[in-house]
């Protein structure tokens, strides 16, 4: 079975800009969430959804936006991109959401503002 | 805010030595999760506790869950080169995960 696949794997943009990255979970897995991980640091959460809709919300500002279809497969948007959003975005699957499971991660989208 | 922060931040240890991470959460957890992230990869699940108190092993490795919920550890035996990367906790609290600041464990032959 194939894993979390996220696209593209690599991004490089310009301040302002807006940039979408895309997640498909593990087949059978309703719930996505995504993190955000600046290089040396743990992942900071940003969103879980849940059968197509948010459950949990991190930190962030709204410039910061998610939605899941009805595949569950899911996109983040970030808009007027800042330096300081340059990470790596990781997006993780489970099968459920609240009861706390096994969150499978994908291999991120490394994104660099220049 | 919730924060939830790991020591040490670096360890290094000679293959064969024992090795200690510790989580701390500023609040209680309703359960923590472990993971173990390779250079250049992404955090891979290890296990998970619940309950208050709760001990769990995996071969060399044991997870404890504090009485309050608050803090865990990750123990490893005898490491190996292959225990190598960095290691991070994550609590749940409602639907959202903290992960902490991680530990990153190099392991010299």
């Known amino acids: 079975d194939a894993g979390v696949t996220q696209s593209p794997t690599h991004l490089i943009k310009t301040r302002g800009q807006q940039v979408t990255l895309r997640c498909s979970p593990i087949?059978?897995?309703?719930?996505v969430s995504w993190y955000q991980q600046v290089l040396g640091q743990g992942p900071q959460f940003i969103f879980q959804y849940y059968e197509k809709e948010e459950r949990g919300r991190g930190n962030f500002p709204d410039r910061f936006s998610a939605r899941q279809f009805p595949n569950y497969s899911s996109e983040l948007n970030v808009n007027a991109l800042l330096l300081g959003d340059s990470a790596l975005y990781l997006c993780?699957?489970?099968?459920?959401?609240?009861?706390?499971?096994?969150?499978?991660f994908g291999p991120g989208t490394r994104l660099t503002v220049l | 805010g919730q924060q939830v922060m790991q020591i040490p931040q670096y360890q290094h240890v000679q293959e064969g030595e024992d090795f200690t991470t510790y989580c701390n959460s500023s609040t209680t957890l309703s359960n923590i999760q472990w993971y173990k992230q390779r250079p250049g990869g992404h955090p891979v699940f290890l296990i998970q506790l619940v309950k208050s108190g709760e001990v769990k092993k995996q071969k060399r490795l044991t997870f404890q869950f504090g009485e309050a919920k608050k803090n865990s550890s990750l123990h490893i035996t005898a490491t190996q080169t292959t225990d190598v990367g960095t290691y991070f906790c994550a609590g749940q609290t409602g639907n959202q995960f903290y992960f902490g600041t991680g530990t990153s464990l190099t392991v010299i032959p």
């Open positions: 993780a699957s489970s099968l459920y959401s609240g009861q706390t499971n096994e969150q499978f």
């Open positions: 087949s059978g897995h309703k719930s």
